[in-house]
């Protein structure tokens, strides 16, 4: 006899199941969580991780966590690779019109329709800050991670967060102080200090020689000395894990700083509900316009970019960087400044939600170009199999080819001598008649 089942224990598998398959979701959204968290304690606790805060997060994050991060890249792309991206002058061209040209002055015309609807609840250096976000490159260390994720071409995004930066050090200034001008309705937010742009030039210079290009280069030459020990240590203590934390670091040191400068209590909500809201718009548009740039439809196929080529220029060329950004916003308004909390909101925001936009991108872009991957190799081993038919095949098939034709001619011959036995028949016949 069985003993019945009670419904405590039916239901139980089916609730541990559903544990189990949350916690591993979870886990699998480690990064997001780990954002909130880190912003969190960016609100609760702002001296931290500021600029000249307790751990100096303007020394051990803005350059040792920015480090490594680059050198985790170069230990992982090969040397060849990196070269020959560098030569890919079509994605150049395309990642930074797009950065330099087109967002900037979608952000421009924004900000203006917003001053013209004359709206007295928005800040309207708030408007001074989503300009200057439009007009600084592209970030330095997200993409690089995003495109890893996303398996697109690092080796790009790399060298378009560098030739980026490098311009946007020459390019943002002069961009600002163009939206900014007397004609263009921001003269109120123009400064016109010009030593400060010596210092910002000197101060970015210094950023991307010691985080991007040093350990760029330590980390080539560690793979080109030890390939095989390299390969397992980035396997071993997974280090592409690594670099996600170090940019979780950046986010909050970013974060932190906004805080403790007070932007986000001097401001009203509905101009920081307003920046939220846009900003996901701006992320979304500018990934539409480069996803569109690198394979227009009205194009044929051979003159689109791969699908890792496009997503490496869909990351770039919609995201921006508070690495100069913020040293853009101190050294051109001063650090004393309370415009420099109020123009930093749009930007701090704008990093904060590119990425978390950018996490739930990610795996749409993973799954399209994987599905392209699977798609090439069962092409790739069907055009082997067709090519590589086996000799016995073919010998059977030229026996079948040939007993047919052997069938066909015997079918001739015995309908001739059909043909000769009824004459031989019809002989006598025609004799006895005779």
Known sequence: MVAATSPERKDKPKAVNFLLKAFWFLVSEWFVIGMGVFIALAYKFPTVAMNYGHIRADISIQYGAVAIIFLISGLNIPRQKLLTQAAHWQAHIVTQVISFLITPSIAFGFASAIRASNNPNINQWILVGIIITGCTPTTVSSNVVMTREAKGNESLSLIEVSVGNIMGAFITPALVQMFLSKHSGFAYGNPTNSISLQSLYARVMKQLGIGVFIPLFVGQVVQFVFPNQTKWVLTKFKLAKVGSFCLLLIIWSSFSNSFASGAFETVSHASVIMVCFLNVGFYLLFTAICFLAARFPGLSEKYHFSRPDTVSIMLCGAAKTVALGV???????????????????????????????????????????EREIEAKKLQAQADLER???????????????????????????????????????VGPESTEKK
Do not use: C, M
Request: hydrophobic share 35%.
């Open 327 to 369: 040293p853009l916003i101190n050294a051109q308004y001063g650090s004393s400044s309370d415009a420099v909390g109020y123009t930093s909101i749009a930007l701090v925001l704008y990093q904060g939600e590119q990425i978390l936009v950018a996490q739930v991108l990610v795996p749409i872009f993973r799954g399209w170009i």
């Open 387 to 425: 090519k590589t038919v086996p000799e016995e095949d073919l010998s059977v098939e030229g026996q079948a080819v040939s007993d047919e034709k052997q069938h066909e001619s015997t079918s001739a011959s015995g309908y001739s001598s059909e043909t000769g036995e009824a004459s031989v028949v």
